[in-house]
T-cell receptor, first 114, second 112 residues
Framework: ETGVTQSPTHLIKTRGQQVTLRCSSQSGHNTVSWYQQALGQGPQFIFQYYREEENGRGNFPPRFSGLQFPNYSSELNVNALELDDSALYLC?????????????FGNGTRLTVT | QQQVKQSPQSLIVQKGGISIINCAYENTAFDYFPWYQQFPGKGPALLIAIRPDVSEKKEGRFTISFNKSAKQFSLHIMDSQPGDSATYFCAARKAAGNKLTFGGGTRVLVKP
């Protein structure tokens, strides 16, 4: 069973730039969600994708956007990067066909905005 | 608004001792309460989870105690080992949806 994989592992961007982070869900999982984890804090829900559509969003501005592809993989895009966007970005997958299927997280992408 | 409050922020325990982490929640719509363990450079890994219809769940050295009336739950790590040194997060999820609301985390250090 292949777990959740994310790429790249680390990324350095300049304020104002745009970034795309990628995630492959665990095999058998059709729902993907993204979380932002600032240093020393718990993860914060950004949004969730199911059937290639966003179906839940946390308190993040529209410059955070995403995609889900037919193979259930996903992308997180962040435009107009700000210094406060520096964080670990976590992707998690689960199965909508299993009641209360737990979320499985990848190891994240460490984004540094300078 | 912090919907899940976790304490302490950090704790140090001797090898063989008991680590206790507490969480309190506000939203009664939460019906699933997992605990995650996170090592540096890694993503959170599910440790153990409980639903509010039971008061306690044990898996190996890890036990969750749940008090529905007080809206509190806790993680007990028995016979703590140096390999348990990590950050632990409690979380909560509503009946509808998969969104997890996390606590702020507890950094546990087990001294040999």
């Amino acid at each position: 069973e292949t777990g959740v994989t994310q790429s790249p592992t680390h990324l350095i961007k300049t304020r104002g730039q745009q970034v795309t982070l990628r995630c492959s869900s665990q095999s058998g999982h059709n729902t993907v969600s993204w979380y932002q984890q600032a240093l020393g804090q718990g993860p914060q829900f950004i949004f969730q994708y199911y059937r290639e559509e966003e179906n839940g969003r946390g308190n993040f501005p529209p410059r955070f956007s995403g995609l889900q592809f037919p193979n259930y993989s996903s992308e997180l895009n962040v435009n107009a990067l700000e210094l406060d966007d520096s964080a670990l970005y976590l992707c998690a997958s689960t199965s909508s066909t299993q009641e209360k299927s737990p979320l499985h997280f990848g190891n994240g992408t460490r984004l540094t905005v300078t | 608004q912090q919907q899940v409050k976790q304490s302490p922020q950090s704790l140090i325990v001797q090898k063989g001792g008991i680590s206790i982490i507490n969480c309190a929640y506000e939203n009664t719509a939460f019906d699933y309460f997992p605990w995650y363990q996170q090592f540096p450079g890694k993503g959170p890994a599910l440790l153990i989870a409980i639903r509010p219809d039971v008061s306690e769940k044990k898996e190996g050295r890890f036990t969750i105690s749940f008090n529905k009336s007080a809206k509190q739950f806790s993680l007990h790590i028995m016979d703590s080992q140096p390999g348990d040194s990590a950050t632990y997060f409690c979380a909560a999820r509503k009946a509808a949806g998969n969104k997890l609301t996390f606590g702020g985390g507890t950094r546990v250090l087990v001294k040999p």
